[in-house]
């Protein structure tokens, strides 16, 4: 059965000028799904999320949200989204609290327990006025009119820069709220920083899709990059193993690419003393290059 | 047109309202407290006239005389004679220490003498008085024959020595341009500044509409404007009162010449707004805006000056809030006031239509 789609772009062109901002873009977003919305800066997501919410026209193309017609429909639409803005500004001088109480009345919610709920968990100061905030605390307040009119769909554009237990705290709220039936969109240029809090992943490069992936399989295809630096010499035949695609040597130090047995490649390293060792994600650059080789290897297995 | 937008605008810039229109108060009650002097000035200055004295050709005579009052410590005298009473292309008629002369009428039309006594060779000579060859006339009335004062009079004679002729000249030649460019940065700022400060995202990510975005602010904007002329009337009025002078200015003049001036200032406020959605910079659209009010000033003025520029004047707002008309003549234009309300009403429209045109910019 298809699943319910709230946002269904169909090639979606915008061009700013002769320059391209998005190119033939197609993208769903199913209900209940938090979808990642990945790409370096520049690629075209805050343009795709800014045409959505109809802050810019489109160039051609057909986005639907809800079922509705994202241009024409926009003020419905707005009812039942929440957004927050790459890059968006205060009222100076009033207090969080009067700044929020407005957006809220503005968004015709006449509740405001949630909003409550949601500044104490994010510890949010909501006596301070606005143009003293830090931007950490300026994102606080963004993140938390977004979500605090209980909208079905939330949008975020690059919800970066908050302190590690915040953000966590922030990952659980997007959590609760997917639970209760939400649709989250939320983009941003750090695969590592929504991989734990995304069902799927959509990578858009120089304004065109490149993949839309289950989030599973994306870890599973493009795995960690171990970096070791052994005490003493190291044979480099004793990291190829089941689930390690590529070894790099310079002295003692070793970079493995590990897909999958990590517990196997951790023990082959753990035979020897470990003076300093690292475990990171794929950056976004290394994934892009090894979803381009793979539509290339296609390309010539085709032919 | 009015709701929480406009209610969060007055509320967030209520301190800059409020220390203008304190200024308002101060500025419309006291200049009215100046005109006492300056009417006791004037008259002296005019009274000068007295101390000239011109005998004109009888029928069969062809002889002028004109003669003054000697000035204590006057070394000399000196006789300026003009066609004009702003003595701009004026001509030494005599310089002596005569206190009289007698010459040929060898013209038709109209003369001015000047008089002037010259005390001391170093300093400019003092005037004693103004005489003219056709008698009855107030040379302060034909100094408004003049095309400056009549581009603000609309040809009006308005007396100085009157509260309402100093009203209409005193007080509405700095209203306008103290009312309308605030009015004008206000507008231009309220909501390009929405656009510079990235504020206009989040607040178009709501269930808000632009049409109803951009009618909101036009609703503070209509707010303060009518604000500022309730406070204007108030300051005027006890000015007024204060000098004794309400009774020869109705209540309802000081209202009336005010409240026209609403539509106006809507105008304005409409060109602001548009400017702000076409240009969403504070610095572009004010300079547009201020270049406005300004080219229809001028528009007005130069109407002024001669019949066949007289159409430029029907191009101008100015043309259209005729407060002269209200406190002279105790005529409103209803018609102006309407013409004014549509002119404003179809700028909102226009600049509703454009803002739903254009991309928000990041």
Redesign the interface.
């Known amino acids: 059965m298809d699943q319910e789609k709230v946002i269904a772009i169909e090639n979606l062109t915008k061009m700013y000028g002769n320059h391209v901002g998005v190119k033939d873009l197609n993208l769903s977003v199913n209900k209940g799904e938090i979808m990642g919305f990945l790409g370096p800066n520049g690629a075209g997501k805050?343009t795709t999320i800014?045409t959505c919410?109809?802050?810019?026209?489109k160039t051609a193309g057909e986005i639907t949200i809800f079922g509705l017609d994202s241009h024409k429909d926009?003020?419905?639409i707005?009812?039942k989204?929440?957004?927050l803005?790459?890059?968006?500004?205060?009222?100076?001088?009033?207090k969080v609290k009067s700044y929020l109480k407005?957006?809220l009345?503005?968004?015709?919610c006449k509740s405001a327990k949630k909003m409550l709920a949601l500044a104490e968990r994010l510890e949010l100061d909501f006596d301070r006025k606005t143009h003293e905030l830090s931007k950490g605390n300026k994102l606080k307040v963004?993140i938390v009119?977004a979500l605090m009119a209980d909208q079905e769909l939330i949008i975020m554009d690059e919800p970066s820069g908050l302190d590690p237990l915040v953000q966590q705290e922030f990952y659980r709220i997007l959590r609760e709220e997917k639970k209760q039936g939400k649709t989250i969109f939320i983009s941003s240029h750090n695969l590592a920083e929504v991989e734990s809090v995304c069902d799927r992943v959509a990578i858009i490069r120089k304004g065109q899709l490149v993949v839309v992936e289950d989030i599973r399989v994306l870890r599973e295809k493009t795995g960690k990059v171990l970096e070791v630096e052994f005490n003493d010499p190291v044979n480099i035949d004793e990291f190829k193993i089941k689930g390690v695609s590529e070894v790099h040597q310079d002295n003692d130090r070793f970079i493995l690419t590990v897909h999958e047995n990590l517990d196997d490649v951790i023990g082959a390293v753990s035979n020897h003393r470990i003076l300093n060792m690292t475990l990171k994600t794929y950056s976004l650059e290394q994934l892009f290059l090894k979803y381009y080789e793979e539509a290339e290897n296609r390309k010539r297995g085709g032919k | 047109m009015l709701g929480r937008i406009t209610y969060m605008e007055l509320r967030t810039g209520w301190k800059g309202i409020l220390i203008f229109c304190i200024l308002i108060l101060i500025v419309s009650a006291s200049i009215v407290q100046i005109f006492p002097f300056f009417r006791d000035s004037l008259t002296e200055e005019l009274e000068g006239a007295n101390q000239v004295s011109l005998e004109l050709p009888t029928d069969e005579g062809t002889m002028i005389t004109l003669s003054w009052e000697p000035l204590e410590n006057a070394t000399s005298y000196m006789v300026l004679e003009d066609t004009r009473v702003s003595m701009v292309t004026a001509k030494i008629a005599y310089s002596g220490e005569e206190t009289s002369i007698t010459f040929e009428k060898d013209f038709e039309e109209k003369r001015y003498y000047a008089v002037m006594a010259v005390i001391d060779e170093a300093s400019d000579p003092v005037l004693i008085g103004i005489a003219t060859t056709e008698k009855g006339e107030d040379p302060f009335k034909e100094l408004l024959k003049n095309p400056v004062y009549a581009g603000f009079t609309g040809g009006r004679s308005i007396s100085m020595l009157e509260v309402k002729g100093f009203v209409t000249l005193e007080f509405f030649s700095w209203w306008w341009m103290l009312a309308g460019l605030f009015i004008a940065y206000l507008s231009v700022s309220v909501i390009a500044s929405d656009f510079e400060n990235k504020r206009m995202d989040v607040m178009l990510s709501t269930p808000i509409s632009r049409r109803r975005y951009l009618l909101e602010k036009f609703g503070a904007m209509s707010v303060i404007a009518l604000l500022m002329i309730l406070v204007a009337i108030v300051g005027l009025a006890g000015g007024l009162t204060s000098i004794y002078a309400l009774s020869e200015f109705s209540a309802a003049a000081v209202m009336l010449s005010l409240i026209g001036c609403l539509p106006f200032l809507m105008v304005i406020a409409a060109v602001g707004m548009l400017t702000a959605v076409l240009f969403q910079k504070v610095r572009t659209g004010m300079g547009v805006t201020f270049a406005f009010v300004f080219a229809e000033f001028f528009l007005y003025t130069f109407g002024g000056f001669s019949k066949s520029l007289e159409w430029l004047k029907t191009i101008s707002i100015f043309n259209y809030w005729d407060y002269s008309a209200v406190i002279i003549d105790d005529l409103f234009k209803s018609g102006d006031f309407v013409i004014l309300t549509v002119l404003a009403i179809v700028l909102v429209v226009i600049g509703v239509w454009v803002f739903e045109k254009k991309d928000i910019p990041t």
Do not use: N
């Not at chain 1, 009345?105 to 015709?108: G, K, Q």
């Open positions: 805050t800014r919410l109809a802050l810019i026209a926009a003020v419905a707005r009812k989204t929440g957004y803005p790459g890059d968006f500004g205060l009222i100076p001088s009033v407005y957006l009345s503005l968004r015709e963004g009119q």
